[in-house]
């Protein structure tokens, strides 16, 4: 499609810098993340970032950069002060003046007023709100840290200092929330006249609190077909509202699309900062240890960071595409993957896709591949049958 491959070149060329912030104030029963919930060594922990921002100033070459995005972890753990420094040596280290999104993640309980009052001396231009529910029975079972009422008064606070570009995100799909209370939560975008939100369902990932509970039969296990069911009500209140569903997680009023989620998705470079934090080169995927002493106390002894590397072979590289692209609604280009991976690579494509289409799960559009409303109930069925294998491309 034109649109995608206009959009695609126009943001291939800078890179996206990503500064991992592994502090939270209490541990969400879901989360697989790195973290800390002590916030003993901050400073230290941000004298190391700082270090690291030199370091890895030439890791994606001399191209500008066009977003920074601060996750984690709990960025908004963090003192305007700290933020501001790091801030201070993104500008030292690396040339700024194409950024056009500036996106702190922030909880709920710690958007006051005087905080939100200090993000605006930087460059914070986005907020990313942690909500996940306006339900405290929800928010309890989660282990959030804030109450319904704190999340109404998050997305308030933040439109009253001028904040603008706001986005939230919810979960559906938790144990014994029905769907007249996954209703009630859209509703709420609706109400605050919300630009953006991300909903994710309930996943059960290893090493979490959930999948503790639910082995021990502590927790109920989470159901699947109720996912389902409150997925399918999520994009009939994104048609009725205008949200443009442009990822499978995603949702979007008009011009308010995530920049720097969406290079992600169509597999633009991007530099991780912080322990555990990813980068990637189009090629190479590169890890920082998960370990925060030991981050810190090479950066701050001899600048040295603990890394593990990946080298994508062409097979993950089509994959990789196969599997970022699918989720969006630029889709799957066949063209594409021949002009990379060769002809034979795109017919074989083209051919597994054959019984997908025949049963509505994805349309061929213009030598594109996208999924259909049904198709995106089973996106990880779909993708992982279009992998290829390690023969394949020979």
Known sequence: MSE???????????????????????????????????????????????AELEVQRRWLGERKLSTV??????????????????????RSNYVT?????????????????????????????RLSIGIQSFHDRDLQFMNRAHNGHQ?????KNAQDAGFGNISIDLIYGVPGASHSDWEYNLSQLNTFSVPHFSAYALTVEERTALSHGIKKKKIAPVDPDH?????E??????????????????????GHRAIHNTNYWLGKHYLGIGPSAHSFNGKVRQWNVANNALYTQNLLKDKTLTTETETLTPVQQ???????????????SINHVGSIWGDQAAKALDKACLSFIKNGWLNLSDDTIYLTPSGKLFTDKI???????EDDLK
């Open 69 to 90: 995005y601060f996750g984690g972890g709990t960025p908004s753990q963090l003192t305007i002060h700290q933020l501001q420094r790091i801030f201070d040596a993104v």
């Open 383 to 389: 993708t992982t049958e279009l992998f290829f294998g």
């Open 97 to 125: 003046d194409a950024v056009v999104e500036y996106t702190l993640e922030v909880n709920a309980e710690d958007i006051t007023e005087s905080y939100l009052n200090g993000l605006k001396t930087t460059p914070v231009n």
């Open 318 to 332: 089509v994959n990789e595409y196969i599997m970022t692209s699918l989720r969006t609604i630029w889709g799957c």
């Open 4 to 50: 995608s491959t206009s959009e695609h070149q126009a943001i291939t060329d800078p890179y996206g810098l990503y500064l991992h912030i592994p502090f939270c104030k209490k541990a969400c029963i879901y989360c697989n993340f790195h973290f800390s919930t002590s916030l003993q060594h901050r400073d230290e922990l941000i004298d190391a970032m700082i």
């Open 233 to 254: 009500l999520l994009t009939q209140f994104a048609a009725n509202y205008a949200y443009e569903h442009y990822e499978i997680s995603n949702f979007a009023t008009s």
């Open 227 to 231: 996912a389902a069911a409150q997925f």
């Open 151 to 155: 999340a109404e008064n998050a997305i």
